[in-house]
């Protein structure tokens, strides 16, 4: 199974800050990854597929980037909607898996 | 407006079967393979089953196969999922998926996804 692997696993920031999210996975999955975002209480949402393919309807200040093992997501400017769990996810092989997610606190 | 409704969680004994049903609204059902995916309640994702959108071809995580049958009936827009002899560790909050990622044959795009089902396995 391909293991995804997060960092860091939490990370105190202030709206209007810039953060970086990291998932590395343990093989190659070319530019098959994808972005989760949770609220409490709350399903999943669809942040970025593709590697860096933003969904539609997801604010532009979401971005994503990476291939292979190595991937980031960027909020370029927090908003006080976007204090979370974040969580990426490989597609390249079944099982599907997830990381362990990055909790983004104010 | 895209709706998914799980329903059919609850408490079971160990050993015992449950059947959880994804009602779906606002697209054309057919055209989309579907997921379930489980979360232990402020724990990890843990992608469980996907499903054509023939219902031809289906794919289980290992910790399910020959436990756990993923189905759907279009005629009716709905998602099943059928757990049998039901662990402890099956306990969690089951979420259906749409699959949005293509061409078809292909997964791991869950959008959007359903409120969710608690299952939990207990005596």
């Known amino acids: 199974d391909i293991q995804m692997t997060q960092s860091p696993s939490s990370v105190s920031a202030s709206v209007g800050d810039r953060v970086t999210f990291t998932c590395r996975a343990s093989q190659d999955i070319s530019t098959l990854l994808a972005w989760y975002l949770q609220k409490p209480g709350k399903a999943p949402k669809l942040l970025i597929y593709d590697a860096s393919s933003l969904q539609s309807g997801v604010p532009s200040r979401f971005s994503g980037s990476g291939s292979g093992t190595d991937f980031t997501l960027t909020i370029s400017s927090l908003q006080p909607e976007d204090f979370a769990t974040y969580f990426c996810l490989q597609a390249k092989t079944f099982p599907i898996t997830f990381g362990q997610g990055t909790r983004l606190e104010i | 407006e895209v709706q998914l409704l799980e329903s059919g969680g609850g408490l079971i004994q160990p050993g015992g079967s449950l059947r959880l049903s994804c009602a779906v609204s606002g697209f054309i059902f057919y055209n989309y393979a579907m997921d379930w995916v489980r979360q232990v309640p402020d724990k990890g994702l843990e992608w469980v089953s996907s499903?054509?959108?023939?219902?031809?071809?289906?794919y289980y995580v290992d910790s399910v196969k020959g436990r756990f049958t993923i189905s759907r009936d279009n005629s009716k827009n709905t998602l099943y999922l059928q757990m049998n002899s039901l662990r402890a560790e099956d306990t969690a909050i089951y979420y259906c998926a749409r699959d949005i990622r293509r061409p078809s044959g292909n997964y791991g795009w869950f959008d959007p996804w359903g409120q969710g089902t608690l299952v939990t396995v207990s005596s």
């Open positions: 499903i054509s959108a023939s219902g031809a071809s289906t």
